[in-house]
């Protein structure tokens, strides 16, 4: 998947349908074509829902649930998801930039065509999660767990991973040569399947004699 800039509201294919939306969201709604712009959902029941073709700005979503969700060509901006359970969603086409996720639940959900721009990831559990042509430029992942994650064709462009768990996962086409830290705190045996450059192999290397029960002295 190619990536450029992030997109601006005015340039999305669908901007010229987008509608303000007023009100609170429910269970299985189903919202489509509509501005989220300025809004706080704190608490907010809305599992299953369906987000297609809208647009977040500025929206804050704090101890809510949305599990089972749908995100299918949305576009975010400046969004602050905090304690949040986004169990099981699916986000497909989508584009995120500038947002903030702490301590939130992704376990068990698809992401598909996805990219995220200058996000921040803290806490975040992806656990059992399929990320299939998944990009973050430039973020920040860290105590993110990948465990039993399936990853394909994913790129860390000029992203940090700082105690970044992949216990279990798998990786076909991971290109992590781009990422400017690596910082691994375990799951060390689950990167084949991954691409690194020859200096994030010697960060590294620590790790990996340590996994395959390497002692290294010098006397």
């Known amino acids: 998947m190619r990536v450029g800039a992030p997109h601006d509201l005015a340039a999305l294919p669908y901007a010229h349908r987008l509608e303000p939306f007023a009100g609170e969201l429910e269970q299985a709604g189903t919202y489509e074509w509509l501005h989220f712009d300025g809004s706080a959902f704190q608490g907010a029941e809305a599992g299953s829902a369906l987000f297609s073709e809208s647009a977040f700005s500025s929206v804050t979503f704090e101890h809510g649930r949305l599990r089972h969700s749908r995100f299918d060509e949305v576009w975010l901006h400046t969004v602050r998801v905090v304690g949040t359970n986004l169990a099981e969603t699916t986000w497909l086409d989508s584009e995120c930039t500038a947002g903030i996720f702490a301590g939130v639940e992704m376990h068990g959900g698809e992401m598909r065509r996805t990219v995220f721009h200058q996000c921040k990831f803290d806490s975040v559990n992806l656990r059992a999660t399929t990320l299939k042509d998944v990009v973050f430029v430039d973020c920040l992942l860290r105590d993110v767990d990948?465990?039993?994650?399936?990853?394909?064709?994913?790129?860390?462009?000029?992203?940090?991973?700082?105690?970044?768990?992949?216990?279990?996962?798998?990786?076909?086409?991971?290109?992590?040569?781009?990422?400017?830290?690596?910082?691994?705190?375990?799951?060390?045996?689950?990167l084949n399947g991954a691409t690194i450059s020859t200096a994030q192999l010697f960060d590294l290397a620590p790790v990996l004699a340590q996994h395959v029960g390497l002692t290294v002295k010098d006397d």
Not at 173 to 189: N, Q
């Open 146 to 190: 990948f465990g039993g994650a399936a990853l394909a064709d994913v790129r860390f462009p000029g992203s940090t991973l700082d105690r970044a768990r992949f216990d279990k996962a798998t990786l076909t086409r991971v290109d992590l040569r781009e990422a400017t830290a690596l910082g691994i705190a375990s799951g060390i045996g689950s």
